[in-house]
């Protein structure tokens, strides 16, 4: 029998109500070259007889038996029956999604990689919703073939995320390790380290299944086992000498599972946990602890740090310090019920009609519903400036609409493409056209992906004391675009790594100097090149960079970006006083009367090539913030871009030429750019969205850095 060229390795143990659309979502791939080795641990349910009609069905389907000995003996199981030139895992519970494995031998095939890693969607029985525990978007698409590039995916564990080369994984004999559940860690850490090519797909071609029952939810027992998983993985990583390379990742790994799965344990087995952390802590930890304390959760980083400083952790007195630790949590729980209780007795009491009027005439006005509450929480408020803009442009460009999109599309990642759609969506059908600054209410079931409801959950980033000078003076400036960094935090780790190592940045648009500060001193390695045509701006980006001591630093001029050079004339809104954002170069359909009148200024555009050459720069990172003038100015940097390959971030939400037009056109210049959409400003669906753009590695800025001068800290 001729071999396949997938085999697909699938462990099934006492899952019949889930069996048959696992099988269902394998057999209906529309790739049919393969294989499905189905390992019966021991299934006391109806899945073996599952098993043998669906075998009876497809000749595809064999079928192995054994008493029941764990998943990772399974998956060993299975190993030994494999034939084709390929192998993914699939659990039996979860589901392919259509095309997956197609897609995925077509990548391995051109790309050569030992194994490929893919991303995942998670659902339950009602719906599919997005993993917010890894963060998808921070991937650099980049192959990874360092170690540096590898530490994106250290803890992607999961063997159901990936597709394996069989030639790759017989050249070492890899084996999950008997007897230990999580047992896909070890496995992962093995392999990825061995693999000469690994390649991360954007897509999500897996669905994972969200269900009580399962081994990764229910926190019993087997949990224990990840101490013993720690302490093979660092034996592995210093076997391999590359433990201080990891060390970082590794450790907010080690650090916040372990305390996490502890907090959420089951009662009777606390003690035990408590244990399993304190017998595994050394040096090591306590260097993690007071180096990184930025990586660790403030709950996580609080319990360490009265952890090292108890005297019983001090004498070593493991067994009595758990046994206090155990005793405190339980105090704890009763406080948090009693806490509860009183809250709820609360509700009741303060929901009474008798209370509420007479509450209503104590304090002479209807309460709020608490019905209404709902509003406040679940709607945004969408400022609308330039909607006049992409109405018009929505409305000319109709019948290419579809097709621009699909061409802006391609390439990104699924989270990528949905913020496209979306966004188009908004401007097309959700907001009204308006001439002011009208706002208007929007579900944010319209407007914000999952993984970003999960981010303003988490409440408004922190900005740094020094920074709020520029909040204070200009409210509607974003807390969120600080967090991150104009868009440098939202481009993958290991490029920025390499822009902080050194280099020149470019800031077109530097505004009052709050971006170019902000980036000079993350960068203190960087010159920055600050421009803004502005005289008011400028002025007051120059009194700033005095004010922060950054003037061998920061290189400011008043000039504007074009594809050209030359002089403009450009609209000011109360140049005076500042009331409002103050310049635009485009079309301005605000109330001149209401915004303190209008005043003309005159201006100087420049090239980024131009300035390039006269400053002797080696850009890293440009950046492009520039009132709808974006394309313009990446047509005048063509040479920068060819010599260089800086990463790019570039705004694209001030004119939809910018947003379907940019991303085609630089990749018709064949630079090997990797692309991704960034919502920056979380408060605001329509401002701050920006395409970052970069490059390979090795080429960034031109020539490469060697790995041990990048700092990795995520």
Not at 311 to 324: C, F, M, N, T, V
Request: aromatic share 12%.
């Amino acid at each position: 029998m001729a071999s396949p060229t997938v085999s697909v390795a699938l462990p099934v143990y006492n899952v019949a109500p889930y069996l048959r659309a696992c099988l269902d979502s394998i057999i209906e791939q529309d790739f049919t070259d393969l294989e499905i080795i189905c390992v019966n641990d021991g299934s006391t349910d109806e899945s073996s007889a599952i098993l043998e009609e669906y075998a009876q069905r497809d000749p595809r389907i064999r079928i192995v038996h054994q008493t029941n000995r764990g998943l990772a003996s399974t998956r060993n199981t299975a190993l030994g029956y494999v034939r084709g030139r390929y192998l993914m895992h699939v659990d039996s519970d979860d589901m392919l999604r259509p095309g997956a494995i197609r897609h995925l031998v077509e990548e391995i095939e051109r790309t050569g990689a030992d194994f490929i890693v893919f991303q995942h969607i998670m659902f339950d029985e009602t719906h599919e919703f997005d993993n917010w525990y890894y963060d998808f978007d921070r991937w650099n698409l980049e192959p990874k073939t360092s170690l540096t590039q590898k530490l994106d995916i250290l803890h992607y564990h999961y063997t159901w995320s990936k597709f394996f080369r069989v030639e790759f994984l017989n050249k070492y004999n890899f084996r999950f390790p008997d007897g230990l559940q999580f047992d896909d860690n070890v496995y992962h850490w093995k392999v990825l380290l061995a693999a000469e090519k690994v390649v991360v797909l954007p897509e999500k071609l897996y669905r994972y299944r969200m269900r009580a029952g399962s081994i990764m939810w229910h926190r019993g027992r087997h949990h224990l086992d990840i101490f013993r998983i720690f302490k093979e993985g660092i034996a592995h990583f210093r076997e391999q000498g590359v433990y201080e390379a990891v060390f970082q990742d590794f450790m907010q790994y080690k650090m916040g599972l372990q305390y996490f799965w502890t907090r959420d344990i089951e009662p009777r087995f606390r003690y035990l946990a408590y244990l399993g952390i304190l017998d595994g802590l050394s040096a090591d930890e306590e260097r993690f602890v007071r180096d990184y304390p930025h990586l660790l959760a403030p709950e996580a980083l609080r319990f360490y740090e009265r952890l090292f400083a108890s005297p019983l952790y001090r004498r070593g007195a493991h067994r009595l310090l758990a046994a206090q630790l155990t005793a405190r949590r339980y105090l704890a729980d009763g406080r948090a019920r009693l806490r509860q209780m009183v809250q709820a007795a609360r509700r009741r009491l303060s929901q009474h009609p008798r209370l509420q009027a007479l509450l209503q005439r104590l304090l002479g006005f209807q309460l709020m519903d608490p019905r209404c509450l709902d509003l406040l929480h679940n709607y945004q408020n969408v400022a609308t400036y330039w909607v006049q803009f992409w109405r018009a442009y929505l409305d000319a460009e109709r019948a290419q609409i579809p097709e621009r999109l699909a061409r802006l599309q391609q390439g990104l990642s699924e989270d990528d493409r949905a913020l496209a759609e979306i966004f188009v969506t908004l401007y097309r059908d959700h907001l009204p056209a308006c001439k002011d600054y009208s706002r208007f209410l929007l579900h944010k079931d319209l407007l914000w992906r999952p993984r970003e409801r999960f981010r303003q959950a988490q409440g408004r980033p922190p900005v740094a004391a020094r920074y709020q000078v520029f909040l204070e003076q200009y409210p509607w400036l974003s807390a969120d675009v600080f967090a991150a960094l104009y868009g440098l935090n939202a481009l993958p780790r290991d490029i920025q790594a390499r822009i902080r190592a050194g280099g020149d940045l470019i800031d077109g648009g530097a505004f009052i100097g709050d971006s170019s500060i902000q980036l000079a001193e993350t960068c203190p390695n960087s010159r920055v090149l600050a421009l803004e045509p502005d005289p008011v701006n400028f002025s007051r980006l120059q009194e700033n960079i005095r004010q922060f001591a950054l003037e061998e630093q920061i290189v400011a001029e008043p000039l504007g970006l074009h594809g050209y050079a030359g002089e403009f004339v450009l609209r000011h809104h109360g140049a005076a006083d500042f009331p409002d954002q103050g310049t635009s170069l485009l079309d301005d359909f605000r109330d001149t009367a209401a915004h303190g009148g209008e005043h003309q200024l005159r201006g100087r555009f420049a090239t980024i090539d131009a300035l390039v050459e006269r400053h002797g720069l080696r850009p890293v990172l440009i950046k492009l913030d520039i009132e709808g003038l974006e394309f313009e100015a990446l047509r005048g940097a063509v040479e920068t871009l060819r010599r260089y390959r800086p990463a790019l971030i570039v705004s694209v939400y001030h004119h939809p030429k910018d947003f379907f037009e940019i991303k085609p056109w630089l990749e018709a210049l064949d630079l090997g750019y990797y692309f991704a959409l960034r919502r920056l400003d979380l408060q605001s669906p329509v401002s701050d969205l920006v395409l970052l753009c970069y490059p390979r590695l090795a080429e960034l800025g031109g020539s490469a850095v060697a790995a041990d001068q990048l700092d990795n800290t995520p």
